[in-house]
């Protein structure tokens, strides 16, 4: 089965016998279905709610999630690539408002969102390809960056340049509160 194939190469990267540097998954959201019907197989069930309130939800998002942990503390750079899902909602006032997220269930996305420093938008404006950079009410994602350009062209030279901008206003935050508390420390001393 797929997901033991996916198990499986988990294990060979943990033994660090390679030169890589990322790991990448294209769609996160098949990976969590492969890992669904592994669960199936292994409980004998034909879906979620046969293994009784809750608990085969809760199977397989512990199965998944597990994985995916040990993945992660690997040290590798991963990426999840996940397709989007636009749904309208109407607030009380009757305006509609569109919110995007991944194509995976909410909760799951979530702890994804938690295991990586950036979670970005990929899309199409007419003919161009860009980045969603900024971060937004309605759409699923963020990160630890401030970036100073709410988009960039989906182009690598381009979003390494957000993204050095974005770490150096980082790192004078970091450099201004060092200074500060060293200066905090001196007029303690004196």
């Known amino acids: 089965m797929a997901w033991e194939v996916f198990l499986d ?6 033994r660090k016998d390679n030169t890589f540097e990322r790991v990448c998954i294209d769609l996160i959201e098949d990976l969590y279905e492969h890992c669904r019907l592994y669960m199936y197989k292994k409980l004998g069930i034909d879906h979620e709610q046969d293994a009784g309130f809750g608990k085969g939800w809760d199977m397989v998002r512990t199965e998944f999630l ?13 990426i999840y690539i996940s397709k989007e899902i636009n ?3 109407t607030l009380k006032n009757g305006n509609k408002l569109t919110t995007i997220k ?8 979530n702890v994804l969102a938690g295991t990586v420093d950036l979670t970005v938008r990929a899309y199409m404006d007419d003919d161009e390809r860009y980045l969603l950079l900024e971060k937004q009410e309605n759409i699923f994602g963020g990160g630890r960056f401030n970036f100073k350009v709410p988009k960039v062209k989906l182009d690598k030279d381009e979003f390494l340049k957000a993204l050095k901008e974005a770490q150096e206003e980082v790192k004078e935050s970091d450099d201004e509160k060092r200074a500060d508390a060293q200066e905090k420390i001196i007029m303690r001393r004196k």
């Open 9 to 14: 190469v988990i294990t060979e990267l943990e």
């Open 87 to 89: 749904t309208e909602v």
């Open 66 to 78: 597990s994985a995916i942990k040990r993945l992660k503390n690997l040290g590798y750079q991963v």
């Open 102 to 109: 991944p194509n995976i269930n909410e909760k799951i996305a």
